[in-house]
């Protein structure tokens, strides 16, 4: 191969990137620095131009609350690009925002994104393209399963199995994982927004208040639970009033939320069972010493551990900050490329 200086150049300052792209929050991992950046999936467009304003937390803020001229979105939906072009700005964001602060001349990066394990060809070539049209130079794709136990510390390349269960905002992915692949899993479109919409709709059909995804997602976060708390908690949930209209608040406790979900948790639990009931034998048995381990942003829910030892009878347990499992994961993919990159999909077969 002729030597190409500008190439050389290009790798030489040109930084190399691992990036969850979350239907939630956009985690990104820089080779040599760790997690460098964490940012909402919220985008606010200009509604007549439809061109970005502002990304990340700044436009989170806004959500519920912009005027008649601006719209806010998620152009990551259920662990898929939902709108490319927006999706693209922000990776492009991202990617500049990760160069400015590793004070890095060229945003021409190597980039590695984890995708849900049950995307189509299609959703995985909009995944590439948009890595691409956002200014990196190389892009390649990761299961998500196998980045968050990565990035959890599993021993994936032994022979011995292991499991995961990594609960994100848009979808749940559940995997069991020997010799750095997969053996049988599950992308179930039931996760973190699943869970807000489900106390949500608990608040609205039990006291006539409407409540906003971010006031769930905070009652989620404070009070939520999918076993029983040693001291049960009460908050404040404000609202409003679907038979007034009027501003109100209500006390709502734990076990109340617990109830609200119920029926997610539930779907999640089964889901996990289904995937050990086609395992092997042998990796059942090897899960015996192994257990399981819970990823993502779900993972932090109260007592899920708990709940899920009980229906499995295995040992569970959470990963280590498990938001940002699936960057890290991409990201070791990057530190030691040639001995991992074998864990990549084989994006040839769509190009």
Not at 196 to 202: H, P, R, T
Not at 228 to 239: A, D, I, K, N, Y
Not at 273 to 280: G, H, Q, S, T
Request: with cysteine; aromatic share 6%; net charge negative.
């Amino acid at each position: 191969m002729n030597f190409n200086p500008l190439r050389w150049l290009f790798g030489l300052f040109a930084l190399d990137i691992g990036i969850d792209l979350g239907t939630a929050n956009t985690l990104v991992y820089v080779r040599g620095k760790g997690i460098v950046l964490n940012e909402p999936s919220w985008v606010a467009l200009d509604k007549r131009t439809r061109r970005p304003l502002y990304v990340g937390s700044e436009a989170k803020r806004m959500v519920g609350r912009t005027p008649q001229s601006l719209q806010v979105v998620r152009p990551v939906r259920d662990g898929v690009i939902a709108e490319f072009e927006i999706t693209t700005a922000l990776l492009e964001y991202l990617i500049l925002k990760a160069h400015e602060q590793s004070f890095v001349p060229f945003p021409r990066p190597r980039v590695v994104v984890g995708i849900p394990a049950g995307v189509t060809e299609v959703e995985m070539r909009a995944v590439y393209d948009a890595a691409l049209t956002a200014g990196a130079r190389e892009a390649y794709l990761i299961p998500e399963p196998l980045a968050a136990a990565l990035g959890a510390g599993l021993p994936i390349q032994d022979v011995e199995g292991t499991m995961i269960v990594d609960i994100g905002g848009g979808t749940t992915e559940v995997a069991l994982l020997s010799m750095g692949g997969i053996i049988v899993a599950r992308s179930l479109r039931v996760a973190g927004d699943e869970m807000d919409e489900a106390i949500i709709q608990y608040f609205r059909n039990k006291y006539n208040l409407l409540i906003g995804p971010r006031m769930a997602e905070t009652v989620k976060m404070e009070i939520g639970s999918a076993a029983p708390l040693p001291e049960e908690r009460t908050m404040q949930v404000r609202g409003r009033s679907l038979v007034t209209g009027l501003p109100e608040v209500v006390e709502a406790s734990s076990v109340e939320i617990r109830e609200a979900l119920a029926r997610p948790l539930e779907t999640i639990i089964q889901t996990v069972k289904d995937v050990l009931d086609e395992a092997p034998p042998e990796v059942v048995a090897d899960l015996i010493e192994t257990g399981v381990c819970l990823a993502g942003g779900g993972a932090l829910l109260q007592g899920l551990d708990r709940r899920l030892s009980d229906e499995l009878r295995l040992r569970v347990w959470v990963a280590d900050d498990p938001m940002a499992a699936v960057a890290r994961g991409a990201g070791m993919v990057l530190e030691d490329f040639d001995n991992l990159k074998r864990l990549l999909v084989d994006v040839d077969r769509f190009l």
